[in-house]
C-alpha cells in the first residue's frame, strides 16, 4: 500500500516537480536576485523576456534547488539564494542574457548571479560578453553575405566586361554613322 503524504509534503514535491518540469526543457538559464525590485518592475522584465521567448520564474529557494539537484544542475543550485528568480528559455540565450543585462543596467537592485547553457554553468562575465554579441539574425546574415561575397564579385567582374563590350561596339557604332 502506498504511503499517504501529509498534504503539505505533497503540495511541496508537487511544487518540486512543477519547477523540474519547466526546467528540464530549457536550452539556457540564468539565476537573478531581484531584491528591492517592484511588482510592476517585475512584470516589466517579465514582458521585455517574452518579447524574445524567455519566461521568468520567482522561486523558492529551497524547493527549486531540489529540482536542480534532480536535474543534476547542483552547481547551478549553489547560486539559488536570496531573493531568487531563474530567467530560461530553449530559444537564443544571447537574447535573453541582452535583456537582462540591460535591465541590470536600468535597475541598480537587479543583480545576475549566472547562468547555465547547454551544459556548462557559466559566470556573470560571460553573460555581459553574450549580451554584447551581435543578435543571431545579424550573425546569420553576416554569414549570408560571406557566403555571397564572391558570388556577387564574379557577377561585378562579368558585368563591368559586358558593360565594355557594349560601350565598344556603340563606339564603333556610332564612327559608322559619322562616316556615313
Request: glycine share 6%.
Amino acid at each position: 500500500m502506498e504511503k499517504e503524504l501529509k498534504p503539505g509534503r505533497f503540495l511541496k514535491t508537487r511544487i518540486i516537480k512543477e519547477y523540474a518540469d519547466r526546467l528540464k526543457d530549457s536550452s539556457s538559464l540564468f539565476v537573478t536576485d531581484f531584491k528591492g525590485l517592484t511588482n510592476k518592475q517585475i512584470e516589466e522584465l517579465r514582458k521585455k523576456l517574452k518579447a524574445v521567448s524567455s519566461k521568468y520564474l520567482v522561486i523558492n529557494n529551497s524547493l527549486c534547488k531540489y529540482a536542480l539537484k534532480d536535474l543534476k544542475l547542483e552547481t547551478l543550485a549553489d547560486l539559488v539564494d536570496g531573493s531568487c528568480a531563474i530567467s530560461y528559455t530553449s530559444g537564443d540565450p544571447v537574447a535573453t542574457s541582452k535583456t537582462l543585462v540591460n535591465f541590470a543596467k536600468d535597475n541598480e537592485h537587479f543583480q545576475i548571479k549566472g547562468g547555465y547553457i547547454d551544459g556548462n554553468v557559466i559566470a556573470v562575465d560571460i553573460i555581459k560578453e553574450l549580451a554584447a554579441m551581435p543578435s543571431r539574425e545579424i550573425l546569420l546574415g553576416r554569414l549570408v553575405a560571406a557566403i555571397n561575397s564572391p558570388i556577387t564579385g564574379m557577377v561585378s567582374v562579368c558585368s563591368g566586361i559586358i558593360k565594355k563590350l557594349l560601350y565598344v561596339i556603340n563606339d564603333m557604332i556610332r564612327k559608322k554613322e559619322e562616316h556615313k
